[in-house]
């Protein structure tokens, strides 16, 4: 298993796939882009599927959430996804992305095996979509959310991040829209893992404020807390349900206590959390002619240590170097 020091086992692995992205999202990059991972650096397919597999098959892993960057750019994710779903045991296997072609890609992903995806969309309103992410692309988005739908990847998860003072009044809309199409919306508090270093708490879009939001338009209840386990969304039925929408407070909310994810950069890094400060590099040892019982026993050191928590609210808090693009959410 992948324990650490204070109990938790790891068994959700996030793994990224590129640290590129076709958006520039303000609360994750500037408009110009960052400076890419080269080629060389980066996991080849076939160094992935043998980490994963290292993962399911020896360390407990049942969850493999393939992200980014965004992982649709990655040219052999079909083939990542066929290869990760034929593993014995078969882990739940799913993806995290921006949704611009997934209308192309999602029938393929299906029939790869793929079980869902979770579709970033911060806003309905074009204007704001090209504010926020800098790039016309808001009509390729909703179609992709169609086509995963159509093609089975339920439930179909739609994630947003609210901006105060750009898309904060959308938090209705944004439930409204995805309440008529069956799809699950989940809020995220902005987190401090933009390259730009711009986030700060007091302009952050706090959970409870979703909530106020939310509950003067809508009828909100607490959905079954044990439902919940380790997820990090705080769900709630609307109008008495089935229909739910989640809220994320990794901020002001912090679930580390039941954390049970690992992450795998895509040059190969494992962070025991998404604001580590360390990295535990396994591609090196991979490439150096690691077996697979070395790698193995490096990836436990590595979530051994892992802290109680992210600790954003200490004083001596440092944001990570790397931005989310290059961490793999």
């Known amino acids: 298993m992948l324990q650490d020091s204070f109990g938790r086992v790891a ?13 520039r999202c303000s609360y994750c990059m500037p408009p110009e882009g960052l400076e890419w991972l080269q080629k060389p650096d980066l996991l080849t397919a076939d160094e992935i599927v043998r980490l994963v597999t290292i ?9 493999v959430r393939y992200t980014g960057g965004e992982p649709l750019l990655r040219r052999e994710l079909v083939d990542i996804v066929a290869r990760t779903t034929a593993l014995d045991p078969a882990p739940q296997v799913s993806l995290t992305t921006n949704g611009i072609g997934l209308s192309r890609l999602a029938a393929s992903l299906a029939g790869a095996g793929l079980h869902r995806v979770n579709v970033s969309l911060d806003t309905l309103d074009r204007e704001t979509f090209k504010r926020l992410a800098h790039r016309d692309r808001l009509s390729d988005v909703l179609e992709g959310l169609e086509a995963a739908d159509a093609a089975g990847l339920r439930p179909v998860k739609v994630n947003a991040v609210l901006m ?7 938090a209705v809309p944004l439930l409204r829209y ?32 979703i909530l106020a939001t939310l509950k003067a338009d809508v009828a ?20 008495g349900g089935p229909a739910r929408v989640g809220v994320i407070g990794s901020v002001t909310r912090p679930f580390c206590g039941a954390c049970d994810r690992v992450r795998l950069t895509a040059d190969g890094q494992i962070r025991n959390c ?9 591609r090196a ?14 990836w436990r050191s590595a979530v051994r240590i892992k802290k109680a928590g992210h600790g954003i609210d200490d004083p001596t808090f440092l944001q990570p170097s790397r931005p989310m693009s290059a961490i793999g959410g």
């Open 178 to 209: 995805c309440l008529e199409r069956g799809y699950e919306l989940r809020f995220i508090e902005q987190m401090p893992l933009d390259a730009q270093h711009g986030w700060r708490r007091e302009n952050m879009i706090t959970a409870d404020e």
């Open 55 to 63: 993962g399911v098959e020896r360390l407990g892993i049942t969850e």
């Open 285 to 298: 040892a991979m490439r150096a002619g690691a077996g697979d019982d070395e790698i193995a026993e490096r």
């Open 11 to 23: 068994t959700d692995l996030r793994v990224s796939l590129t640290d590129r992205c076709n958006l």
């Open 164 to 170: 105060r003072g750009i898309n904060d009044h959308e």
């Open 274 to 282: 998404l604001f580590a400060a360390d990295e535990s590099d396994l």
């Open 220 to 239: 909100l209840t607490d959905a079954d807390s044990a439902e919940r386990g380790s997820a990090p969304a705080e769900l709630f039925l609307v109008e």
